[in-house]
């Protein structure tokens, strides 16, 4: 669900958008702090980062437009095969990177011992199953997740699909059929929002609402794509702050459950693909330049690192059941160590590991 147009030197003369990049940090961080919050406040109702959960429509999005901004007029010449392992390289070493740490996070919770119940064959099973994107929704405890020991993988898994509908049918549409292909998701959307009464559009992660990650990634990719094909780059001087101050404006958007069929597809349909276009248009500044740069380096290993330590987390609120008091302690400081475990782990696991890989197949 996370690009970046350094995947080669078949881009390197393409434009850079540092803003862009710099967001999916910031949106990788509220991602991390929303699913922390959201186990120790679970009435989201009470939830100050109720909706944080749209950050991934957010990322789909985006995603979206820097792929045919990096793809479209490249996609015949590199091919399919080309193609497939440029965007392997670039996303699955932290599959499987996040697979690793979501199995020794299983094995040694400190508060559970879910081992001793699904046995050496179930585990594997888990693991093989997180490690090559194949949803195995097999554990209750966990919700019955996608993918058990590493939850934030099921949207990997839908990023993989637009990745293959767009070198095979999406890249050769047209402007008129992919504005049609938007407007189809964008009905399935406000479908979605409104076929269950006080839900919202946060399905797509488990068996129970796997369908709606397709419906999510169908309207938010395509629209994505849509904001570059029509040039929907709006110039401004908002800088990666400014834009930034917009972004968390959707995140912290007060949740209800009377209203949430309104308001979240009006932030989804909408309000993402118009912060895309100001954040692709808005004007870079030098003094930000370091914060951008590590704001966006981080944020895809960020994402795939940090929830197999929210299993932890919620093991550790289920059984000891600390107070509040305590959690606004714990919190913070877990969210800090994750972002300096991802930067640790991009600097000497990803960051080399995607140099080899491409020296060896590229």
């Not at 981080?298 to 509040?324: E, G, Q, R």
């Not at 991009?346 to 995607?354: A, E, Q, S, T």
Request: glycine share 6%; net charge positive.
């Amino acid at each position: 669900m996370i690009t970046t147009q350094k995947e080669s030197n078949l881009l390197a003369t393409k434009q850079h958008f540092e803003i862009l990049d710099g967001l999916r940090g910031v949106a990788a961080v509220v991602v991390v702090i929303y699913h922390f919050m959201e186990i120790a406040i679970t009435d989201y109702n009470k939830n100050f980062l109720s909706h944080g959960f749209l950050a991934v429509d957010f990322f789909f999005c985006l995603s979206g437009f820097v792929i045919a901004y990096a793809y479209d007029t490249r996609a015949e010449n590199i091919g399919l095969m080309q193609f497939f392992k440029l965007r392997l390289i670039r996303l699955h070493p932290l599959v499987i990177i996040g697979s690793i740490l979501g199995l020794l996070t299983f094995l040694f919770d400190p508060y559970s011992d879910f081992y001793a119940v699904y046995g050496f064959g179930k585990t594997l099973l888990m693991f093989l199953a997180s490690a090559f994107l194949i949803p195995y929704p097999v554990m209750p405890e966990r919700y019955t997740n996608l993918f058990c020991l590493n939850a934030p993988a099921w949207s990997l898994f839908w990023e993989y699909v637009a990745n293959i509908f767009y070198i095979l049918v999406l890249y050769k549409l047209n402007k008129k059929m992919l504005a049609a292909l938007v407007f189809t998701g964008a009905a399935c959307i406000c479908y979605v929002a409104w076929k269950v009464p006080n839900a919202n559009l946060s399905g797509g992660w488990g068996g129970q609402n796997f369908w709606d990650g397709g419906v999510r990634v169908l309207y938010s990719f395509s629209a994505g794509m849509l904001v570059y094909r029509f040039n929907w780059i709006i110039k401004n001087k908002l800088g990666f702050l400014g834009v930034s101050l917009l972004l968390l404006v959707a995140f912290l958007f007060p949740y209800a459950d009377a209203y949430n069929w309104i308001t979240e597809p009006i932030i989804v349909l909408f309000y993402f693909p118009l912060l895309v276009a100001l954040g692709a248009g808005a004007v870079v500044s030098e003094p930000l330049k370091k914060l951008r740069t590590l704001s966006g380096e981080i944020s895809y290993p960020l994402y795939m690192t940090h929830y197999p330590f929210v299993w932890v987390f919620l093991t550790y609120v289920a059984v000891v059941k600390p107070a509040m008091s305590t959690l606004w302690v714990v919190i913070p400081v877990s969210v800090t160590l994750l972002v300096l475990l991802a930067y640790l782990i991009m600097k000497f696991v990803d960051i080399p590991l995607r140099k080899y890989l491409k020296t060896k197949f590229l």
